[in-house]
């Protein structure tokens, strides 16, 4: 596992309305959680993990949930929770806010390499096996299919600040999925989608955002794209 370079403060300042001189300042903050990334790192050397699945910016989220400082943050696809760990420890420093993960675990068989990387569960793990104990007080995890857990979340939620989906979609399933969310979303909401290799926009995420009066941005150089609602 080896630290983000090259974060896009732009991409940030863009999608939460904060100065550039903020959002760099952010970054800048994140990069500097070096017990959080020491301890992640860790736990996957532990694993042999020396590469993984996994969102490719977690300095950019870190940012965003501590300019947001939002209540809720929804976040679709887990697995050794890099990308919840930032979140957390956002929400830490914030002092407020509920990170609600949704994850269906795909485990390693014993005895067999791993078949997408930290993806799959390495043996006697669970869903965010790297995330340090003392920042999941304020972690509400879900184990079950997307298509359910998130309807749920669209009824129990009062709003919902921040969504993150980090796992592999198609349409028009996606778009439906997204629509169960969309009931919380309100001005200033941050939609964010990450499209792996492909680095194309989705229709679905094109679609929700056109419906949100919004444009999706691309992050620099990867398949992460979003929107801020209007």
């Keep these: 596992m080896n630290p983000e370079a090259q974060p896009d403060a732009a991409w940030v300042s863009a999608l939460t309305g904060a100065s550039a001189s903020l959002a760099s300042q952010a970054l800048e903050e994140a990069a500097d959680e070096r017990a959080l990334f020491r301890h992640l790192a ?8 020396s590469f993984y699945v996994e969102i490719e910016a977690p300095l950019e989220l870190y940012a ?11 976040e ?3 697995s050794s929770g890099v990308s919840s760990a930032y979140f957390l420890q956002a929400l830490e420093r914030n002092g407020q806010g509920t990170l609600h993960s949704a994850d269906l675990p795909e485990r390693q068989r014993p005895g067999r390499p791993p078949r997408h990387g930290s993806w799959s569960l390495p043996p006697g793990r669970f869903t ?9 007080k304020r972690w509400d995890l879900r184990i079950g299919d997307k298509a359910e857990v998130l309807p749920l979340l669209g009824e ?3 709003r919902i600040d921040l969504f993150l989906y980090d796992v592999p979609h198609s349409d028009p399933r996606a778009f439906r999925e997204f629509a169960a969310v969309d ?5 200033g909401s941050i939609a964010l989608v990450d499209h792996g290799g492909t680095r194309e926009l989705c229709p679905s995420l094109r679609r929700w955002a056109t419906l949100r009066n919004a444009v999706a941005r691309g992050r620099t150089g990867l398949g992460l794209f979003g929107f801020r609602s209007s």
């Design 42 to 49: 860790k736990e996957h050397r532990r694993e042999g993990r």
């Design 64 to 74: 965003m949930a501590r300019l947001l400082r939002p209540r809720h943050i929804v």
């Design 76 to 78: 679709v696809g887990v």
């Design 128 to 136: 965010g096996w790297a995330v340090p104990e003392s920042l999941k």
């Design 156 to 158: 129990e939620l009062a």
């Design 183 to 187: 009931r919380r979303f309100h001005r």
